[in-house]
């Protein structure tokens, strides 16, 4: 099967169409200074221009980013007959508390990484699944591959969509790293219980 | 000290298959240099000047003889037959082959060692106080929370790859030998009707922009440690700069929130997660604590060294600077210098002195050794009455410096002649300073004093907190040195200031010299020491005298 999706542990058919804005012409912010500033330096998001100008393509089951589904609502849900929604790695998780919607009416939540050096990702799994209680599929987007996989897992995710070019057959491999770990997690109980 | 169960045997073991698959796909290009990078610096692995450099952790700075010998065959069968102690208490390698690394690392594994993040933006080796669980001022030893920091900080799912590199320390003892406050986290163990509490300190660094750390959360219970510390480290992943790395270190958020505002997000986050999984219990506490009790100390009398050796001066001179008070009467706790005439840089060590450690250590101090932040190592339990052999011995392998404390033992980095981020040279600097000091009893006379030396603003050297520190500056491409006085480490730590336009290599050594004129001039007594000196009639005098030619 030719796929880039894993999904509880196995390579799985990706009938999802990831809708990925064109933010190439956005600014980047550059001013530090108080924290939400801080955590944006170097960052940017659609503008509302862009996210009103994205064309919402043909398909059957889609993920849009949360800014647009916030934008756009009505539409999406008209259109599609399933939809799941996506956030950067830099937006604040204060994002979800705009939906009018449950978030585990959401089959698919995603976090979009651009760089995989960008370990927010890992805190943003633990704060979705702790602070929101989301319950469903839980999925790494963007710029990633076998070695995030373990500790993606570990953080709550549990799908990955492996980066074009990258193997995803191998990839897999990365989620048995290790067959033990020292702490535990919001799913696993620390190490020091089996000993 | 600590022993690998089955459980840390296949961790160990199934990273280095998980590294050695990186390399392997490193050099069939389907990684990239930049996906790679911080792949093996989690590993430890720079890419230096002449050669990868790879740095392997001693946790908490605590070593037992063989892994000291299998360090000793490794810096022979893969390196050139030395290796490099840092100011982290690890141990590094400058000369190892890329293609080589994996063979290193399974070697170490062999003995229980590593070198899971020693580098990169993880959370790095745990360091404590040398002297923990030996020293007269110590309130909680401090050895086995560093384990279990150890253990959960080992591929925290969280927080492989912060906005920078994260480092944590430990203290228990009323002097703070750990520098607590210049740490990304410093914990400060205090007792209270025999319960553990902790002093959570946030924030400290050195690197270019010093700052002392402040006091986040006082007398947290220590169960909670762990949840209190994933808070700290969460809101730092999430909210930390990552678009300027000289601006990325938890410092820069701390301050550019303020402390009380930084504190409400941990706290905010911490109390609904203070009772999660990583909840420490009584049970895990002392299944660790156990690890380290005191070993089979003898009931010994107290000797009187000054009568018997009365002749010996060099060694009643060792005895004054590189031993110290022990918690049983009759043992000290020794310091082996790496700061002597013939080490080639401060904190180097032959492999031939790697194994004489080993045996010494063996014959006379329960087979473990410890590792210093200064760059030394330490003998931990040696009885009085068998001092003079360990001193022989080490005399003989040129390992017998008497010089703990003196302004010769410098804490220095690798520098220019080694790292790719310098920009300067501090070994060559470090040596003409030594050599300023053939006269003991000069050495003896200035008496305590720090001197140390990084080769740039990222302070691997901890110049900010030397009683004197120098800087490697560079300036439109040449080698120049900034020279810094005041700085201290301990619980009345301090940042040094700049005392003026930087130096020239060659007119460093005289500077030195006129400091150290100006204080024996201006102290009250002989007991006055440098920092003392220095606080009490400020920067003005060395100043003015040295600029005024």
Same mark, same amino acid.
């Given at each position: ?15 999802w169409f990831w809708i990925v804005p064109d ?173 | ?125 745990i360091t404590t106080d040398p002297y923990a ?143 999660? %999984?990583? $909840? ?7 299944? =660790? !604590? ?6 089979? *100390?003898? /009931? #010994? ?25 022990h918690i049983k009467i009759g043992y000290r ?37 410890? %590792?210093? $932040? ?7 339990? =040696? !009885? ?6 360990? *001193?022989? /011995? #080490? ?155």
């Amino acid at each position: 099967m030719d796929t880039q999706l894993i999904k509880n542990k196995e390579l799985v058919l990706n009938d999802w169409f990831w809708i990925v804005p064109d933010t190439s012409n956005e600014e980047v912010k550059k001013q530090a200074g108080k924290v939400v500033q801080f955590k944006l330096t170097g960052e940017c998001f659609p503008s509302d221009a862009t996210l009103n100008n994205v064309i919402l393509p043909e398909a059957e089951k889609v993920i849009v980013p949360l800014r647009l589904f916030l934008l756009q609502t009505d539409k999406i849900k008209k259109k599609y007959k399933e939809y799941g929604i996506w956030i950067y790695s830099h937006d604040e998780l204060d994002l979800f508390s705009h939906l009018k919607e449950d978030i585990n009416s959401f089959p698919v939540v995603g976090v979009y990484v651009e760089k995989f050096a960008d370990g927010r990702i890992y805190s943003l799994g633990n704060l979705i699944r702790r602070k929101l209680s989301y319950k469903n599929d839980l999925r790494a987007l963007g710029d990633v591959f076998k070695d995030q996989l373990f500790y993606l897992a570990r953080s709550g995710f549990d799908s990955f969509l492996i980066k074009d070019g990258y193997d995803a057959k191998k990839a897999l491999l990365g989620l048995e790293d290790f067959s033990y770990s020292y702490q535990g997690t919001l799913s696993q109980k620390p190490l020091w219980g089996e000993r | 000290m600590y022993k690998y169960d089955h459980y840390d045997r296949k961790i160990v073991n199934q990273r280095v298959d998980q590294y050695e698959d990186q390399l392997n796909r490193y050099f069939n290009k389907e990684l990239t240099d930049e996906e790679f990078r911080p792949l093996r610096l989690q590993n430890g692995l720079y890419i230096q000047r002449h050669a990868p450099m790879l740095r392997v952790a001693i946790p908490y700075g605590l070593l037992s003889s063989n892994q000291l010998r299998a360090l000793a065959d490794i810096a022979d069968e893969f390196d050139r037959g030395y290796g490099h102690f840092s100011t982290r208490q690890n141990i590094q390698f400058n000369w190892p082959k890329l293609e080589e690394t994996p063979k290193i690392l399974r070697k170490l594994a062999d003995v229980e060692m590593h070198a899971i993040q020693t580098s990169g933006n993880c959370i790095r080796n745990i360091t404590t106080d040398p002297y923990a669980g030996v020293t007269p001022d110590e309130i909680v030893d401090t050895r086995y929370i560093a384990e279990i920091l150890r253990q959960w900080s080992t591929f925290h799912p969280e927080f492989a790859l912060l906005p920078r590199k994260f480092k944590i320390s430990i203290s228990g003892s009323k002097q703070d030998r750990a520098l607590v406050k210049t740490h990304d986290i410093g914990l400060e163990l205090v007792k209270e009707d025999d319960n553990l509490f902790v002093n959570v300190f946030v924030g400290g660094g050195l690197g270019r922009t010093p700052v002392i750390g402040q006091l986040l959360k006082e007398k947290l219970p220590i169960e909670h440690l762990l949840s209190y510390c994933e808070s700290i480290i969460r809101i730092y992943n999430l909210y930390g700069r990552r678009d300027n790395m000289y601006k990325a270190r938890i410092k820069i958020l701390v301050k550019a929130l303020g402390v009380e505002s930084f504190k409400k997000q941990v706290e905010d986050d911490w109390n609904d997660g203070k009772n999660s %999984s990583n $909840h420490l219990n009584d049970k895990e506490i002392s299944r =660790v !604590k156990q690890f380290f009790t005191s070993p089979d *100390y003898e /009931v #010994l009398e107290s000797i009187h060294l000054e009568g018997q050796y009365s002749e010996d001066q060099n060694f009643l001179k060792w005895i004054k600077r590189n031993t110290r008070d022990h918690i049983k009467i009759g043992y000290r706790s020794v310091t082996i210098s790496l700061k002597g005439k013939k080490q080639t840089a401060p904190g180097d060590i032959q492999s031939t002195e790697m194994r004489v450690v080993a045996d010494l250590a063996d014959q006379y101090s329960f087979g473990e050794i410890r %590792s210093t $932040h200064e760059q030394n190592l330490v003998l931990a339990d =040696v !009885k009085e009455k068998d001092l003079f052999d360990v *001193y022989s /011995v #080490l005399r003989e392998n040129n390992l017998g410096e008497a010089n703990i404390g003196l302004i010769t033992d410098i804490i220095c980095c690798p520098g220019g002649d080694f790292c790719s981020l310098a920009n300067a040279k501090s070994i060559p600097i470090a040596k003409s300073i030594d050599n300023l000091f053939d006269n003991y009893d000069f050495l003896f006379d200035i008496g305590t004093i720090s001197l140390n030396i990084s080769g740039c603003m990222n302070a691997c050297g901890h110049h900010h907190v030397g009683n004197i520190g120098i800087l490697g500056v560079d300036k439109d491409g040449s080698e120049w040195y900034q020279i810094t006085l005041g700085g201290q480490q301990g619980v009345n730590a301090s940042l040094g200031k700049v005392i003026g336009p930087s130096f020239s290599a060659d007119e460093v050594p005289a500077v030195i010299k006129e400091i150290l004129n100006i204080y024996i001039a201006q102290r009250d007594t002989e007991e006055e020491e440098f920092i003392d000196c220095y606080n009490r009639i400020g920067l003005d005098p060395f100043k003015e005298a040295i600029y005024k030619n």
